[in-house]
């Protein structure tokens, strides 16, 4: 029986020559992340189970990302001991403020992951690496303890969902509307449990910024990971980049899927998750009339140049609406200072938006962002729970950034389209 | 293994940050994260939680991110066990991976209501609601994570 392009990645880093859906293994891991809020977890288990050295001293990837710079003083503890544990063991992949990036902006940006991967990461958004052709997702911190022990994870083998990409998106629809669109189609647990495989000619057209917001948001259907195929657009982005040789992995022409959808995406709209949920999606035409107070552009979703552009070219000329506060975040410090050389941190500056260092801050309602009770944002980051950016009875509409900067500008959600 | 308690309910797709806001996450004290658990869903959880209580819910328990401080929280508040129609898939691993029994039954899930006294027995599977006198039955945990739980949790299973 053939297998999906996710099974062949798992019996590979299994050692077996096939695995079927449903299969216990156990996968030998090329990298293993963890970030400011789920390292010290981790750290204190590694700990309390007496491990004394770790599996990898390069693969193994610390961020601190979430809560820094520092934002209280537990924060900065936290900090502090995944800072003492990275010493320690000689962690060559430690990022402090500085170096940092938001973690899944930062480690495709320096070749840390790429084609053919087996990554497990305690974060949840770790899927985002499936854009590069690797299996990539996310655990918990119990996971992470013993992947730095062991170098490796148990997995039960995922059947797969098979999304068939055809034509090109229009002008203002971004990979970020792709996802929406797919989640709301099928909903936040539609593919819980297994794969999101991406194919179709379409995916020739999606950028490797596009790729990794759509697979970045795959948990929020519930995926255990959403994988594209590696092309030649994967193997130029890796070109000088990837630290080691790429495998490319396809699915067989005989891998059997459990459900198989169609997305046009020449039909596709700008969309808006509304609360609370990122399945309850609108076209930019059905939105009707939104005010908000705060705009937030960036996160690992949507902080890569490729975005910060999109928004430069809305907000070059115009300023931020009276009453929103505009927050931007590049992904990682190679970007911010790309963002400074090509003009657009003082196009956000200009027009009357915050540009911040790299932080997870405000997506999940840590700092530098927070709204108040009743008080209602749209952001381009990856969630909409309750409470997720601050008050309980706040409110978080998702979007793309071309949709967030003209929402920005206007103060009310808006088609960028529109824009006069 | 067995669990019995009083049943605190909940619906559809609770996330990780209402169980435990990221407001708290600057500890992994898990008596200070017990102390805000459910906090955005159920201010009185804190106040009503005894020693042994269930959790049960509707689909896609515990979804969004990945923080374990989640199943932390509801474990160090004294819940014996979770029931749900199904989990999503990483709070489910980290539930294993510390050592909190997680069960998915679509029947009790949706039957058994706020209040009810509910025994579960985890080698069979059996969940007993004492209140409505109605049993269901669970699928029990297949042998490897029976393994896990059993050692006390993946770190005490792949100890040396």
Known sequence: MGMTMTQKILAAHAGLPEVEAGQLIEAKLDMVLGNDITSPVAINEFEKCGANSVFSKDKIALVLDHFTPNKDIKAAEQCLQVREFANKYEIINFFDVGQMGIEHALLPEKGLVGPGDCVIGADSHTCTYGALGAFST??????????????????????????????????????????????????????LYRSLEFTGEGVKELSIEDRLCISNMAIEAGAKNGIFPVDEITLAYEKDRFQREPVVFAADSD?????????????LRPTVAFPHLPENTKTIDEVGTIKIDQSVIGSCTNGRIE???????????????????????????????????????????????VFSTPTCGPCLGGHMGVLAKGERAISTTNRNFVGRMGHVESEVYLSSPAVAAASAVTGYITDPDKMN | MNAHGFIHKYGDNVDTDVIIPARYLNTASHAELASHCMEDIDKDFVKNVKQ??????????????????????????????????????IFYRNSINIGLPILECDEAAKEIQNGDEVKVDFDTGVIQNMTSGKSYQAQPFPPFIQNIIEKGGLLNSIAK
């Open chain 1, 255 to 267: 891998a059997v899927y459990d459900e198989t959808y169609e997305i046009d995406l020449s039909t």
């Open chain 2, 52 to 89: 042994g209580d269930i959790i049960v819910a509707n689909k896609n328990f515990g979804c969004g991110s990945s923080r374990e401080h989640a199943p932390i929280a509801i474990q160090a508040s004294g819940v014996s066990c979770v029931i749900a129609s199904t989990f999503a898939r």
């Open chain 1, 138 to 191: 996310g655990v918990g911190s119990t996971d992470m303890a013993a992947g730095m022990i062991t170098g490796k994870a148990w997995f039960k083998v995922p059947s797969a969902i098979k999304i068939v990409l055809k034509n090109k998106p229009a002008k203002w629809v971004s990979g970020k509307d792709v996802i929406l669109h797919l989640i709301g189609m099928i909903g936040v647990d539609g593919a």
């Open chain 1, 307 to 353: 975005d910060l552009r999109i928004a430069a070219s809305i907000f070059k000329g115009r300023k931020v609406a009276k009453d929103v506060r505009c927050i931007i975040l590049p992904g990682t410090q190679a970007i911010y200072l790309q963002a400074l050389r090509e003009g657009l941190a003082e196009i956000f500056v200009e027009a009357g938006a």
